[in-house]
């Protein structure tokens, strides 16, 4: 059974940071792109943040320099760093992993940067 279970979300300050977390479960996951999503409240699901099986990454450009995606391999797991949250990063995040085949997402994780 494919699982993408998201972690980390919450309130936080603006100028904060929160780590999130993505454990993958039920395929192989050295061998999938993964990537981090947002969708905001009456919005439309955009791409943050992805990083393919060598580890190549790449960013929307809203936040470039403040997000940092990264994977563990060993533990099937992807993470993202967020510093310097402001309160446009508010959004459910969710996980995904994909091949030119199969196509997976998590359930999601709600951050809210508020004061």
């Known amino acids: 059974q494919v699982q993408l279970v998201e972690s980390g979300g919450g309130l936080v300050q603006p100028g904060g940071s929160l780590r999130l977390s993505c454990a993958a479960s039920?395929?192989?996951?050295?061998?999938?792109?993964m990537g981090w999503y947002r969708q905001a409240p009456g919005k439309q699901r955009e791409f943050v943040a992805g990083?393919?099986?060598?580890?190549?990454?790449n960013y929307v450009d809203s936040v470039k320099g403040r997000f940092t995606i990264s994977r563990d391999n060993a533990k099937n797991t992807v993470y993202l760093q967020m510093n310097n949250l402001k309160p446009e990063d508010t959004a459910v995040y969710y996980c995904?992993?994909?091949?030119?085949?199969?196509?997976?997402w998590g359930q999601g994780t709600q951050v809210t940067v508020s004061s």
């Open positions: 990083i393919n099986t060598g580890g190549t990454t």
């Open positions: 039920g395929f192989t996951f050295n061998i999938y792109a």
């Open positions: 995904n992993g994909r091949t030119t085949k199969y196509d997976y």
